[in-house]
């Protein structure tokens, strides 16, 4: 099978994913109907696709995050699961949802984490800013699709560098792959996922020092942060904030590993344990 020659984990379930989106169909009734006759020229071109590494995402053009749907680009990283941490680490340290009423979102790329944390916090409004204008309309068009475009608005820009405004959450997926590291990822990541979004300088944290030394003047009183980390980063980013004066608690993804870094002043510290779900 080509796919799996390609090196392709899974190659079954990926050629089922294939299958079905060539039909228009989705994966169960695919299943149900396993003889539903499909253009065998359409599945080839999506096989070849997927055997030459180009993700599953941008072949559907879709992915799914938070229990939502997101349509992607490739202007902007693929959602991954992982990243919801940075959802219940919000959910569970501000549980009263109702006083969260300013989201921002730092490199917002389809949006995924803004969008996701207006469903939770249903009394706030939302900003997004990214540096690609590819993404920025991305980041629009997916919130219309969901329905929140009245309580989200994007902007183009080099992270908040032009915003004059205080927020009681802000959120960030920074760059932060290391320079010497982006040769050995996989190709999917490599060659199909923007560079300015995977790079984060010569030892990784360059977006982070960048982004942590602008969040007392986006902050406000009771407000927080919820930043991404990679893995083995915790330390050092705890360091990094630590440094301008921030409280630090992390949360950790399903595989164990601390994943969502909580920033905070230190009159409004508390423990963070626990996991949140979606629906509490």
């Known amino acids: ?18 299958v079905a989106h060539a039909l ?27 055997a030459a590494r180009e993700p599953t995402a941008h072949i559907l053009g879709r992915r799914e995050f938070w229990s939502l749907d ?14 919801e941490t940075l959802i219940e680490a919000a959910l569970a340290w501000r ?43 991305l980041a629009a068009e997916n919130a219309r699709a969901l ?16 915003l004059a405004a205080r927020f009681d959450l802000v959120l960030c997926n920074p760059p932060y792959i290391a320079e010497s590291d982006i040769p050995a990822l996989d190709p999917e990541i490599r060659f199909y996922e923007p560079h300015l979004a995977l790079a984060g300088g010569q030892d990784g944290f360059d977006a982070y020092r ?12 009771q407000g927080f942060a919820v930043l991404e980390l990679g893995r083995g980063q915790a330390e050092a980013v705890a360091a990094i904030a630590q440094r301008a ?28 344990f626990g996991r949140a779900g979606k629906g509490d």
């Open 95 to 137: 549980p009263e949802r109702a006083s969260v009423l300013r989201i921002l979102d730092l490199g917002t790329g389809t949006g995924c984490l803004l969008l996701a944390a207006l469903t939770e916090f249903s009394g706030a409004f939302g900003i997004g800013v990214d540096r690609n204008p590819q993404a920025v309309r």
């Open 210 to 221: 960048t982004i942590i030394a602008g969040l007392p003047r986006l902050l406000a009183g």
């Open 147 to 162: 329905g929140l475009s009245d309580r989200v608005a994007y902007a183009c820009g080099d992270w908040a560098g032009a």
């Open 245 to 272: 004066g921030f409280c630090i608690a992390t949360r950790a993804d399903l595989a164990g590993n601390p994943r969502a870094a909580v920033l905070f002043f230190a009159q409004n510290g508390k423990k963070l």
């Open 1 to 18: 099978m080509a796919l799996r020659e390609a090196g392709i984990d899974q190659p079954r379930r990926e050629a089922r994913i294939l």
């Open 70 to 83: 997101f349509a992607v680009s490739p202007a902007t990283l693929i959602p991954r699961p992982e990243s």
């Open 24 to 50: 228009g169909i989705t994966q169960e009734a695919l299943l149900g109907h396993p003889d539903v006759p499909a253009d065998a020229g359409a599945v080839a071109w999506l096989v070849a696709r997927r």
